[in-house]
């Protein structure tokens, strides 16, 4: 199970979590209400939904918010119907990415996506222009108090999984996307809950990007995920230390 590089997680970008808590709710209740209404309410029953609840635990929402979010999706209440889209294209310096929205607007969201590639650069594209350079992998990641790397690493591989990078801080597994949730249970039964588990689309490769095209990126890359109808972004970017040091100061 060789290590790969791990990939930019853009949320954790320039400390902007607390910033982006109330964005980040309103992101997680849409997925808690599409997953409930797309399956059953039954977490144990729905893994999608599953998925969803431990995204939102992760992000320490309350239970109640939870649950209300979950009854809202299943009790099919008008005004709570998202459309799950994908937008694919190219920032500055030719990084690709994709973009996943859930929506209640399509022509909205689109305008959006489409403002923020092309005034930073970028350039949208169709639907699998850019998807070929990623792979799709579920990824599982434990705090490193878990167990040593030896250990996380013979569960990994006993579970199925095709990967398992630990660090300092963190054991991070991955596996195929139709594993996925075969794996995560494997695992849980071992370690207890994950502290993240989600299936997401990771880079076969990083573009490298100077500092003038990292500038614009970023700021393209954060407008994006201030839209609320923006799930997550992912780019195959690669920013040297120094340049992020400097953009960040």
Not at 89 to 96: C, I, L, Q, R, T
Not at 145 to 149: E, P
């Given at each position: 199970m060789a290590g790969h590089s791990q990939f930019k997680n853009i949320m954790h970008r320039k400390g902007a979590q607390d910033a982006k808590r109330a964005k980040v709710f309103t992101k997680l209740i849409r997925e808690l209400t599409t997953a409930a209404r797309s399956g059953l309410p039954d977490p144990a029953a729905n893994p999608r939904l599953r998925a969803a609840i431990i995204a939102a635990r992760a992000a320490n929402m309350t239970k109640d918010t939870i649950d209300r979010a979950v009854k809202r999706g299943a009790g099919g209440t008008e005004g709570d119907n998202y459309e799950e889209i994908r937008y694919e294209?190219?920032?500055?310096?030719?990084?690709?990415v994709i973009v996943e929205a859930l929506t209640d607007n399509r022509n909205r969201t689109a305008g959006?996506?489409?403002?923020?590639?092309?005034?930073?650069?970028?350039?949208?594209?169709e639907t699998g222009s850019v998807a070929f350079m990623f792979d799709r992998v579920g990824e599982i990641i434990y705090p490193a108090?878990?167990?040593?790397?030896d250990d996380v690493l013979e569960a990994a591989i006993e579970a199925g999984a095709d990967d398992c990078v630990?660090?300092?801080?963190?054991?991070r597994v991955a596996c195929k996307a139709e594993d996925f949730f075969a794996v995560k249970d494997a695992l849980e039964k071992r370690f207890g809950e994950a502290g993240e588990a989600k299936v997401v689309w990771r880079p076969q490769n990083q573009v490298a990007v100077d500092e003038e095209r990292a500038q614009s990126l970023i700021k393209m890359l954060e407008v994006l995920e201030d839209s609320d109808d923006v799930q997550n972004v992912y780019a195959n970017f690669e920013i040297a230390d120094d340049v992020m040091r400097k953009l960040s100061a």
């Open positions: 294209g190219y920032g500055p310096g030719g990084v690709a959006e996506v489409r403002a923020a590639f092309s005034k930073h650069g970028g350039s949208l594209g108090k878990v167990g040593s790397a630990s660090e300092t801080e963190t054991h």
